[in-house]
C-alpha cells in the first residue's frame, strides 16, 4: 500500500515539473504574424509593422526601430492606439516613415506579460518601380 502511494505521489510530482517546465517555455513571446512579413518584398511602402504574438505584452515597455543595411534610421514610437481598451494584447501597430526603395529591417525588443523579453527583427524590401 505505502509503495502504490509512493509511486502515485511521484507520479503526480513528475506531472507538477513537467507543468512548470512547459509554463516556462510558453513564456517567450513569439511572432505568429507580420504584416509585412520576414523576408516579404513589396511593391509598395507599407504604412505601419503590425506584429502579433503568441502571448500578451506589455506594450509600454515595447521598443522599435528602422534599419536599413547597416545602421539604424529611426527609431520607431509605438502610438497610443496600442494601449486602447479594446486593443489586441498581443499586437502592435508601429507605423513607418516614408521609405525609397531598398531594404529595411525593423528591429524590436518587447516584454511579454509573464517578464520575458523577446527581441527579433522582420526584414523586409522596397522594389523598385517598374
Not at 505568429?32 to 504604412?47: F, G, K, R
Not at 506584429?51 to 522599435?64: M, P, T, Y
Amino acid at each position: 500500500m505505502v509503495s502504490l502511494i509512493g509511486e502515485f505521489a511521484f507520479k503526480v510530482w513528475v506531472l507538477l515539473v513537467l507543468e512548470a517546465v512547459m509554463t516556462a517555455a510558453w513564456g517567450h513571446a513569439v511572432i505568429v504574424e507580420s504584416s509585412p512579413a520576414d523576408q516579404e518584398v513589396l511593391a509598395q511602402v507599407p504604412e505601419a509593422i503590425v506584429l502579433r504574438f503568441n502571448v500578451s505584452i506589455e506594450k509600454s515597455f515595447a521598443q522599435a526601430s528602422l534599419w536599413g543595411t547597416k545602421d539604424r534610421l529611426k527609431k520607431l514610437s509605438i502610438p497610443e492606439s496600442n494601449f486602447a481598451l479594446e486593443a489586441d494584447p498581443a499586437r502592435l501597430y508601429i507605423p513607418l516613415p516614408s521609405l525609397a526603395p531598398g531594404p529595411y529591417q525593423v528591429r524590436y525588443k518587447i516584454l511579454a506579460t509573464d517578464g520575458h523579453t523577446t527581441e527579433g527583427v522582420i526584414r523586409f524590401i522596397i522594389s523598385v518601380p517598374q
